[in-house]
């Protein structure tokens, strides 16, 4: 296993969330797949549909060698808008789009997969719900969601940026978590002794790009 491991969706994380007020999340979501929706709200104005295409989760994870970077997508989710404001939203994080600079066929992203990290063939879906938004001023927020990891569900809150324009709502997200609240323990100082220059780091941080339509 690659010492200079680091951890995403994220998830969320994944956490596909939105919104950071540092920061944006570089490059594009390269998936083929049509942009997608949460099906029971189609056709209800208040819901806006996340583009999947222009949408991205950016993860950063370290260890004592250094840091490693990559992505996961987001396989469709909505958020919900009222007089301008952001309400509420879910987002679906696919697991199996992990990857880093090398892809998605490489020995570090094949170990994420695996029961060590993420288990994504028993965990396939991360997912985000928003519970709360306040104000700070203008486009910043905070919010309040209920991130999902390997079928274990915690609090997270962040600050945000949302934009709403017309029929588009963009946001942009960072936050960090800590992974082994969600049972990912592979290499961390709190449950293994002696790891010496193997340590990886607890904290996971998520960057987050949302572009969502009517």
């Keep these: 296993m690659n010492n200079k491991l680091s951890i995403t969706y994220l998830i969320l994380i994944i956490t596909s969330f939105f919104f950071g007020c540092g920061g944006t999340v570089t490059g594009q979501n390269n998936n083929t797949a049509s942009p997608s929706s949460l099906s029971l709200h ?8 996340i583009d999947t295409r222009e949408s991205i989760v950016a993860w950063t994870g370290s260890g004592v060698h250094g840091k490693q970077n990559g992505s996961v997508y987001i396989s469709k989710g909505e958020l919900m808008i009222e007089n301008g404001q952001l309400m509420g939203g879910t987002i679906e994080v696919d ?8 892809g998605r066929d490489n020995n570090l992203i094949k170990h994420l997969k695996d029961p060590d990290f993420f288990d994504v063939k028993k ?14 001023n203008g486009e910043n927020k905070t919010v309040t969601g ?11 809150t962040f600050p945000a940026r949302v934009k709403v324009n017309g029929g588009i709502v963009k946001a942009d997200a960072e ?11 592979y290499r961390s100082g709190k449950f293994y002794d002696n ?5 990886i ?14």
């Design 123 to 136: 965990f396939p879906i991360s997912t985000i719900a928003i519970t709360k938004i306040t104000t700070v």
């Design 95 to 102: 697991m199996n789009t992990i990857e880093n600079k090398h």
């Design 42 to 49: 189609v056709g209800n104005e208040k819901y806006f549909t």
């Design 201 to 214: 780091s607890d904290d996971i941080e998520f960057q987050i790009k949302i572009v969502a339509k009517k």
């Design 146 to 156: 209920n991130i999902k990891i390997k079928g274990i569900t915690h609090p997270v």
């Design 195 to 199: 790891l010496a220059d193997q340590t």
């Design 175 to 185: 936050f960090v978590i800590d992974r082994t609240k969600w049972d990912v323990r």
